[in-house]
């Protein structure tokens, strides 16, 4: 079945600064990719997504970018602020028809430093 | 718009007692539902998944059952609970096959679960 490996698990940077989370997926019939942010106690809001079909993604300061070949992507948050700070999920699906069983990664927590 | 509930918001339960957790959708029909399991600190483990009403799949062996009476409702139930139930229960919806199919799966406010 589908693996997703998340990597780093904690990841600490200055406000302002950059930061960025990979995940390595390993089914090759895996279509969709989600990001999801979770605040402490709450439930993981989606973020953003993107699909096997597209390169790259962006949604303001957020974006991800897709390698089907070596089955690897990423998250991108510029500029980064204090409501930054969460913890976030990488996930693969295959979709289909029916139902779509979504795999998630281990998590990054994300510290942002003021 | 949709909204997804859950209940209860917390719960505290012995070793050995049953468990029901409630699910339910609004503003759309014939969702998919999926329960899944977050351990403290850990990731989401996916439970179960149901894509009509009665119709429910199973991914992980374990102490828990799970049924779907009606069509916006998903219950997760056990008669007998273990300490290692214990974790942050989540139920999601996404749009079934009547609808638009996206993949997209949106994640209902969870019930936290303490096993004593």
């Known amino acids: 079945g589908e693996n997703v490996e998340q990597h780093p698990s904690t990841l600490s940077v200055q406000e302002g600064d950059s930061a960025v989370i990979k995940c390595t997926y390993s089914?090759?019939?895996?279509?969709?990719f989600p990001w999801y942010k979770q605040e402490l106690g709450k439930r993981p809001q989606l973020i953003i997504d993107?699909?096997?079909?597209?390169g790259e993604k962006k949604d303001q300061r957020i974006a991800v970018t897709l390698n089907k070949t070596a089955k690897h992507f990423s998250l991108h948050i510029t500029e980064t602020q204090p409501e930054d700070s969460a913890v976030y999920f990488c996930a693969a699906s295959k979709g289909g028809s029916s139902a779509s069983k979504i795999i998630f990664g281990s998590g990054t927590r994300l510290s942002i430093r003021p | 718009s949709q909204t997804i509930h859950q209940w209860p918001a917390t719960l505290v339960q012995p070793v050995g007692s049953p468990l029901s957790l409630e699910c339910t959708v609004e503003?759309?029909?014939?969702?998919?539902l999926y329960w899944y399991r977050q351990a403290a600190g850990r990731g989401l483990q996916l439970l179960f998944y149901s894509v009509g009403i009665g119709q429910i799949s199973s991914e992980v062996p374990q102490n828990l059952s799970a049924s779907r009476p009606q069509d916006r409702q998903f219950i997760l139930s056990s008669k007998k609970l273990l300490l290692s139930d214990s974790g942050f229960y989540l139920c999601?919806?996404?749009?079934?096959?009547?609808?638009?199919?996206?993949?997209?799966?949106?994640f209902g406010p969870g019930t936290r679960l303490t096993v004593l």
């Open positions: 503003g759309t029909s014939n969702p998919n």
């Open positions: 993107i699909r096997s079909n597209v």
């Open positions: 999601a919806w996404e749009t079934g096959r009547s609808g638009r199919r996206t993949d997209t799966q949106y």
């Open positions: 089914d090759s019939a895996s279509n969709y």
